[in-house]
């Protein structure tokens, strides 16, 4: 059963909640104290964005770096920074927020090399990992067996939201996991997002849920990229077509946000292609696993290769449209107009 839990209503979130069967009731004996010191791993743009956020709230973060030369902006942001990973340890819950399968494997199960330990191997019984990356289902299964035989809880919460959505704490999260477990870690997600989802107790389909929403993200951008190329070749104004759009039948985030970059050939480093590409092939994997066809993931999956080829892999996923209007025969846009600063996906 699918229950939700909404923060106070904000402009980004305007009539597009989903639909709600009931509200999800945190208690307020089931809180994470404030004072507990919040592990964090994945550092990137999104990760750098949420742990800010949760110093902000209050809370007390240690963030893990391999590179010592990250330190000195973690702690301008009221961060704990280290860089040994076995001082997460004593936290009560730690968050990941890594690229891949491989990447979230290591911080758990520790690399290959002598003396690595991993979240596993030290967290207490009762510690929970609280994982917001978007990763396969197979890995996720994997890691919540693993925390299951060690007495530590394991909660999947991928979200929907690019770092700006990060940044104003505007992320949509969708939570998987023990009930209790979830319930610990909501005072978290209040403060990283504006609404959470929680879709199962089975951790991994979060996660199923999360890398169906990125494909169909992928196939709307792509079916854009080529009605704008179509526009653009008969001499029309593709961002009027956006517009029409937009105000009618189709007035979704994704055509809203997405369709004028594409009509502006504005391609800017956000999403960029091959983390993209990585998550459309996941879901062509539960797709193949479930016995269901996707041929049009395929059709994008194939673009995103062609972009990556091309030498567009810095470029945010939007380049679909830049891939279609080149098939169509079109001139790409001068190079600073193709990189020019822009929001992630």
Known sequence: MFKDRSNPPTSYEASEALPIEREYDAGSNNRLPLQDEVGFVGLGRMGTAMAANLA?????????????????????????????????????????????????????????????????????????????????????????????????????????????????????????????????????????????????TEPAHANLVKLLGNMMTATTLEVLGEAVALLRKRGLDPKSFIDILTGTMFGGRVHRIYGDRIAGQHYAPGFVMPLALKDVRLALVEAENAGAPMPSVGVVRDRMLTGIARGYADLDWTALGLIAAEEAGLRSPPTPQVREQGAGS
């Open 56 to 200: 902000i709230a209050g809370r007390r973060v240690l963030a893990y770096v391999r590179r010592p030369e990250q330190m000195g902006r973690l702690i301008a942001l009221g961060l704990r920074p280290t860089t040994d990973i076995t001082d997460l340890f004593r936290c009560t819950v730690v968050i990941s927020m890594l690229p891949d399968d491989a990447a979230v494997r290591d911080v758990v199960f520790g690399r290959e090399e002598p003396g690595s330990r991993g979240l596993a191997s030290g967290l207490r019984p009762g510690a929970i990992h609280l994982s917001m990356s978007t990763i396969s289902t197979a890995a996720a299964s994997q890691l919540a067996e693993e925390h299951a035989r060690r007495g530590q809880g394991y909660v999947a919460a991928p979200v929907f939201g690019n770092p700006e959505a990060a940044k104003a704490r505007q992320l949509f999260i969708i939570a998987a996991g023990d009930p209790a477990d979830v319930l610990r870690c909501q005072p978290l997600f209040d403060s990283l997002g504006q609404r959470t989802f929680v879709v199962d």
